[in-house]
């Protein structure tokens, strides 16, 4: 059996979203086990109502709107630092929240703790590519500022998720920047650059901002502050497609047939942009999976989300990792 604790407090979206989302997962799933941390009146219920499912009563919420480093040290029983301290200690082999991305990243980074070597945990996601193939893009936003030697364990780690998650066998690995060239950058990105290059990393060049999406690298990486701007962007464009599309289906009946007739791959194609169908961003570099929904989730996320932890543990990935930064020092 594989143990996911899901935190089912702190999201934007009521508990109950969450635990349907839990139930979804353990109906898919005969070998996983989840133990759900929250408030006793929301998950003890759902634990004795549900086979595989197991109660971890907390007193304490971390918000949206708290500072993430000061919620973490002052609220000792909040259900995500409970959560990332059942992981440590043993009871559950992954973690699932859709809270506070501060909190999450605070409280999983010193609650579970980092891979020995790793310098920085990296948030990642995989984009869909108009290729087909997946592109593992991180950091999205763990670290705004990062040294050289931190980007080479990025790609190291990120390579990883790429081979033992997605299946790519020698993954190829891209620097974002503002032009294909060698020569192209700040100069933080050309020292990036060069350790890269240098870094035995499967590193194959600059990637530009149109191949996130393009599925021409399996692995992007990026300092956290970059990261983050691309993630937004796509995110706002996301939705502007969407609203446009909404907007157009009410101009005519012709169009509204269209659009009838185009719904399935629509709904698909706002789930991918979401990040729904992987259930949300994995940080990598911990001694576990710890896999972070959007705030404003909806019960598939999770449900998605609870199986990418599941699929992280079960692909060893953390050992993994372990072995490429140790290999890379």
């Not at 989302?21 to 003890?44: N, R, T």
């Not at 599941?310 to 072995?323: D, K, M, N, Q, T």
């Amino acid at each position: 059996m594989t143990t996911i604790c899901v935190d089912v407090m702190g999201a934007d979206k009521e508990p109950a979203v969450l635990l349907e989302g839990v139930a979804q997962a353990l109906a898919d799933d005969p070998e996983l086990e989840v133990l759900v941390a929250g408030d006793a009146e929301v998950v003890e219920p759902f634990a004795a109502s549900h086979d595989r499912a197991r109660a971890l009563v907390t007193t304490q919420v971390i918000t949206m709107s708290e500072h993430p480093a000061n919620a973490v040290r002052q609220k000792k029983d909040a259900s995500i630092v409970r959560a990332a301290a059942a992981v440590r200690a043993g009871d559950a082999d992954g973690l699932f929240s859709a809270g506070s991305t501060g909190a999450v990243l605070t409280a999983a980074t010193f609650g579970v703790g980092r891979i020995k070597g790793v310098k920085r945990p990296g948030l990642c996601l995989p984009f869909p590519g108009i290729s087909g193939r997946p592109t593992v893009f991180l950091d999205m936003g763990a670290n705004a500022d990062v040294k050289p030697e931190v980007m080479v364990q990025f790609a190291h780690m990120g390579r990883a998720y790429s081979r033992e998650v997605l299946g790519v066998e020698d993954p190829r690995v891209g620097l974002l920047c503002n032009g294909s060239e060698d020569t192209k950058g700040s100069e933080m990105a050309l020292a990036y650059h060069a350790a890269l290059a240098e870094g035995n990393c499967g590193f194959a060049g600059n990637a530009e901002g149109t191949d996130l999406l393009a599925g021409t690298f399996d692995v992007i990486v990026a300092d956290g502050f970059t990261g983050n701007v691309a993630l937004k962007s796509i995110e706002g464009t996301g939705k502007f497609v969407i609203k446009r599309l909404k907007a157009a289906m009410e101009e005519s009946l012709t169009n509204k047939i269209g659009m009838a007739l185009l719904a399935k791959s629509l709904k698909a194609l706002a789930a991918e942009m979401t990040g729904d169908e992987y259930g949300g961003a994995i940080l990598l570099g911990l001694r576990a999976p710890v896999v972070k929904g959007h705030g404003a989730t909806s019960a598939q996320a999770v449900r998605m989300g609870t199986h990418a932890a599941a699929r992280a543990v079960r692909a060893h990935l953390s050992e993994r990792i372990a072995e490429a930064c140790e290999l890379s020092s």
